[in-house]
């Protein structure tokens, strides 16, 4: 992950970093992720862990949040 940021630059923030076991790719058109918490983060990142079947997700803190429909 490190080098991730430090290929993109300085400038960028992130706000939560995340890893998702037993999850080896994130769902195709995946954008948005809300936590347990209730706070919404867009996806900046996505990087698969093989070897620990998981992936690291990158967040960041959205200032709008959508409505979201619950069951």
């Not at 769902?27 to 992720?33: H, I, M, R, T």
């Not at 900046?44 to 619950?70: G, H």
């Amino acid at each position: 992950m490190n080098r991730l940021y430090a290929a993109a630059g300085a400038n960028r923030d992130i706000d939560v970093l995340v890893r998702c076991h037993n999850t080896p790719t994130v769902p195709d058109g995946a954008l948005f992720v809300i936590l347990e918490d209730e706070k919404q983060y867009r996806i900046d990142a996505a990087q698969e862990i093989v070897e620990r079947d998981a992936v690291d997700l990158t967040l960041v803190r959205l200032e709008e949040f959508y409505d979201v429909a619950t069951e």
